[in-house]
Protein backbone atom coordinates (compact mmCIF):
# COMPACT_ATOMS: atom_id res chain seq x y z
CA UNK A 1 0.00 0.00 0.00
CA UNK A 2 1.20 3.23 -0.91
CA UNK A 3 -1.43 5.80 0.96
CA UNK A 4 -4.89 5.33 1.66
CA UNK A 5 -7.28 7.99 3.25
CA UNK A 6 -9.72 6.61 5.44
CA UNK A 7 -13.22 6.05 3.78
CA UNK A 8 -11.80 8.22 0.66
CA UNK A 9 -8.98 6.70 -1.41
CA UNK A 10 -6.26 4.05 -1.55
CA UNK A 11 -3.25 3.22 -3.78
CA UNK A 12 -1.14 0.01 -3.84
CA UNK A 13 1.26 -1.29 -6.00
CA UNK A 14 0.03 -4.26 -7.83
CA UNK A 15 2.21 -7.68 -8.08
CA UNK A 16 3.71 -6.87 -11.33
CA UNK A 17 4.81 -3.26 -10.62
CA UNK A 18 1.77 -1.43 -12.27
CA UNK A 19 -0.38 0.51 -9.59
CA UNK A 20 -3.88 1.10 -8.68
CA UNK A 21 -5.52 3.61 -7.42
CA UNK A 22 -9.31 3.18 -5.82
CA UNK A 23 -11.30 6.08 -5.23
CA UNK A 24 -14.51 5.63 -3.41
CA UNK A 25 -17.43 8.87 -2.73
CA UNK A 26 -20.24 9.23 -0.74
CA UNK A 27 -23.64 10.47 -2.63
CA UNK A 28 -25.70 9.75 0.19
CA UNK A 29 -26.56 8.00 3.16
CA UNK A 30 -27.89 4.78 0.43
CA UNK A 31 -25.41 5.25 -2.59
CA UNK A 32 -22.13 5.54 -3.13
CA UNK A 33 -19.31 5.11 -6.09
CA UNK A 34 -16.32 3.90 -6.61
CA UNK A 35 -13.61 4.34 -9.17
CA UNK A 36 -10.79 2.27 -10.09
CA UNK A 37 -7.51 3.87 -12.00
CA UNK A 38 -4.61 1.05 -12.98
CA UNK A 39 -1.71 2.52 -13.86
CA UNK A 40 1.63 1.99 -16.15
CA UNK A 41 0.15 -0.63 -18.06
CA UNK A 42 1.98 -2.20 -20.92
CA UNK A 43 -0.42 -0.96 -23.51
CA UNK A 44 -3.99 -1.53 -25.59
CA UNK A 45 -4.41 -5.48 -24.81
CA UNK A 46 -2.90 -4.87 -21.10
CA UNK A 47 -5.81 -2.60 -20.84
CA UNK A 48 -8.39 -4.68 -22.06
CA UNK A 49 -7.63 -7.43 -19.82
CA UNK A 50 -7.34 -5.31 -16.49
CA UNK A 51 -10.12 -3.21 -17.64
CA UNK A 52 -12.46 -6.27 -17.66
CA UNK A 53 -10.82 -7.75 -14.97
CA UNK A 54 -12.17 -4.63 -12.38
CA UNK A 55 -15.64 -4.65 -14.27
CA UNK A 56 -16.17 -8.45 -13.40
CA UNK A 57 -14.52 -6.91 -9.37
CA UNK A 58 -16.88 -4.29 -9.42
CA UNK A 59 -19.67 -5.65 -10.57
CA UNK A 60 -19.57 -8.94 -7.88
CA UNK A 61 -19.15 -6.00 -5.70
CA UNK A 62 -22.58 -4.44 -6.32
CA UNK A 63 -23.93 -7.65 -6.31
CA UNK A 64 -23.01 -8.55 -2.78
CA UNK A 65 -24.06 -5.05 -1.75
CA UNK A 66 -27.32 -5.60 -3.41
CA UNK A 67 -27.85 -8.98 -2.04
CA UNK A 68 -27.87 -10.85 -5.25
CA UNK A 69 -23.96 -12.18 -4.93
CA UNK A 70 -23.32 -14.35 -2.04
CA UNK A 71 -19.62 -14.56 -2.02
CA UNK A 72 -17.83 -10.80 -2.95
Request: charged share 30%; no cysteine.
Amino acid sequence: MRTAVPERSIRFDWVDGTQVNVTFVVKDAAKSSVSVQHVKLSGKDDIAVRKSFWQEKLDRLRGHLEGTVSNP
